[in-house]
């Protein structure tokens, strides 16, 4: 059974950092595609950032460029979304999803996705 678990999600200030993880199993993530999303209340769940199958093709949403770091340990089967210098407008909840590998076509489209997480929470406040 393919499943997506995220955890690593939290209440943090304005500055601060979090390390969110997405791991899998049912399937190998080195062989797949994985996107994180994000979806604020009352807005359109959007692409934050995207690893290609061979970590070879990396993408971030230009609000996140800069603050935020995607990475994946094949040997874990896990991929992170390391966020620095968050801010309120980071406030949502973040979702990991895979997808067979389109080598960045279309990353940031969410149809283009067939696996999810549950999401998890993370709040940016002081």
């Known amino acids: 059974q393919v499943q997506l678990v995220e955890s690593g999600g939290g209440l943090v200030q304005p500055g601060g950092s979090l390390r969110l993880s997405c791991a899998a199993s049912?399937?190998?993530?080195?062989?797949?595609?994985i996107g994180w999303f994000r979806q604020a209340p009352g807005k359109e769940r959007e692409g934050v950032s995207y690893i290609s199958s061979t970590a070879s093709i990396i993408y971030y949403a230009d609000s996140v460029k800069g603050r935020f770091t995607i990475s994946r340990d094949n040997a874990k089967n896990t991929v992170y979304l390391q966020m620095n210098i968050l801010k309120p407008e980071d406030t949502a909840v973040y979702y990991c999803?895979?997808?067979?590998?389109?080598?960045?076509?279309?990353?940031?489209?969410?149809?283009?996705?067939?696996?999810w997480g549950q999401g998890t929470q993370v709040t940016v406040s002081s």
């Open positions: 049912g399937f190998t993530v080195d062989y797949y595609d």
């Open positions: 999803a895979a997808r067979r590998p389109l080598y960045g076509s279309y990353w940031s489209i969410a149809v283009t996705y067939r696996y």
